[in-house]
């Protein structure tokens, strides 16, 4: 445990990516989609990008700060919250200043720029309040509880593994599966990562997911795994709205861990054109009274879907199912 000569904010910094991009000379900057990132494992891929020969990368932050680091009667003053990026290999340090959304508000955001050269690998995203105390500027009175790592090389968006995903066979399988033997899949969302059951004893399930090449079980592998996703969306964001710590007041407070930043992602798409800490307000009020939370279903399907790429793996496989019929028949 660290101990500071100064007083320190108390509470939980929270640290988001939500966006990537990259930048080749001469050439437009290419956004990577959501499946550059996992909320899950803190992690984006920029080796998803289509464009080989980038030389700059660009990250959207956000993050949430306790509410305390900008009361007017706080220990300190000054108040900036910066984004933090360290690579190792190359003794890289590359950091951003981020602005608040609303004056004296939680939710910060800004973009931070590095040098495809001046990462190796693997470099550490994070998050520092950084303020005037006892009058000595430039003292990090918090950090985020959780950091984000930028894969480099990477286009699959994982620390160890994005989910974690268990194969077995449903008929013979633990007791509370068994009861699901017509499925292909079921979704755990109540350990420290989500977890995807796949029943192996449903015919064809493992063809199609180990199905590589141009034939028609190759075709529907991306649907079927984007389809698989979304059901982890939506499992994980139930699990996450139904756990929620309350304070007094009956205020619904964010998770830590991946349950929030899960929240953070959707929350946009559920409840739009609010503040976050609004559309959980709005999550938990109808989730616990009497009338709303059934109309709000259709809403975090769609934005489980969003997030899961489906629109886009169901059109690809379309098209390219269409293409392989006209092949056959010419």
Do not use: C
């Amino acid at each position: 445990m660290k101990v500071f000569p100064y007083e320190r904010l108390r509470g939980t910094v929270s640290l988001r990516v939500d966006a990537a991009s990259v930048k080749a000379p001469e050439q437009p900057r290419e956004r990577l989609d959501s499946r550059a990132r996992s909320v899950v494992e803190r992690v984006v891929a920029l080796g998803l990008a289509d464009t080989e020969d980038w030389e700059a990368a660009a990250l959207t932050v956000s993050a949430t700060i306790p509410s305390k680091a900008t009361d007017p009667d706080a220990p300190w003053s000054d108040v900036v919250v910066v984004a933090v990026l360290t690579d190792k290999a190359t003794n890289t340090r590359v950091t951003a200043k981020l602005v608040p959304e609303a004056e004296g508000g939680r939710e910060w955001r800004g973009e931070l720029r590095v040098l495809r050269a001046d990462l190796f690998d693997r470099a550490a995203l994070t998050i520092q309040v950084v303020a005037t105390v006892d009058g000595v500027p430039g003292r990090i009175i918090a950090e985020a509880a959780d950091d984000w790592i930028i894969d480099a090389r990477s286009d699959t968006p994982t620390r160890e593994q994005s989910f974690d995903i268990k194969e077995v066979g449903f008929a013979k399988g633990p007791g509370w599966l068994r009861k699901f033997t017509d499925a292909p899949w079921i979704v755990n969302a109540s350990g420290t990562l989500p977890t995807v059951h796949i029943n192996t004893d449903f015919a064809g399930i493992m063809d199609v997911l180990g199905a590589e090449g141009r034939g028609p079980e190759a075709l529907v592998n991306e649907m079927v795994v984007s389809q698989m996703a979304a059901d982890v969306w939506i499992a994980v964001f139930h699990s996450a709205v139904g756990d929620l710590d309350i304070e007094d007041d009956g205020t619904p407070l964010f998770p830590h861990g991946w349950q929030g930043e899960v929240l953070r992602e959707m929350l946009p798409d559920v409840v739009p054109d609010r503040t976050l800490e609004d559309a959980l307000r709005e999550v938990h009020r109808r989730r616990t009274g009497a009338t709303g939370w059934t109309e709000l279903q259709p809403r975090i399907q769609y934005a489980a879907m969003r997030r899961a790429e489906v629109p886009r793996a169901l059109s690809e496989t379309v098209r390219s199912l269409e293409k392989l019929k006209r092949e056959d028949e010419a």
